[in-house]
């Protein structure tokens, strides 16, 4: 499940935050003063969901492909509806943030809001789903035009 590196982290105690590249494979990353800008780039805004839970993405990333699995993490944290959570594209980081709105690790509660939030109900799916084609066929347009 985690490779030697994460687990290193977990033994380690470290603050940990999760990245999700856009190949949606989730992975554990050490918090530091550099870990918004090695994981979504240099210009990074921010959705906040319940608990703290903090998203991070890039705002210039050119990445057409919508993050899927970085989108669910944020439909199940922030309780939005499927009409209404953002579409995230790119790599995302998640992460709990300090007082002065830096990112620290996740605590016990925030990862388990991310565990135990909501998952997409068979309609949502589908609404998430035809928001996505939507999108997709928007960049295609785009790259057309």
């Not at 989108?71 to 790119?90: D, E, I, Q």
């Not at 939030?117 to 066929?137: S, Y």
């Amino acid at each position: 499940m985690f490779d030697p590196y994460e687990q290193a982290l977990l033994w380690a105690g470290s603050d940990v935050g999760i990245v999700v590249p856009p190949d949606e494979q989730m992975h554990l990353v050490a918090i530091s003063d550099a870990v918004v800008n090695d994981s979504v780039g240099d210009r990074a805004d921010t959705l906040t969901a319940h608990g703290g839970v903090v998203f991070w993405f890039g705002s210039t990333d050119p990445s057409p492909a919508v993050n899927r699995m970085a989108t669910l993490n944020l439909f199940a944290a922030a309780r939005l509806s499927a009409w209404t959570v953002p579409l995230l594209h790119g790599p995302v980081l998640i992460t709990g943030v300090d007082q002065d709105g830096k990112p620290s690790g996740l605590s016990e509660a925030q990862l388990q809001l991310l565990r135990s939030g909501a998952g997409p109900n068979r309609w949502a799916t589908v609404i998430l789903r035809a928001r996505e084609r939507r999108a997709e066929r928007r960049r295609r347009a785009r790259e057309r035009a």
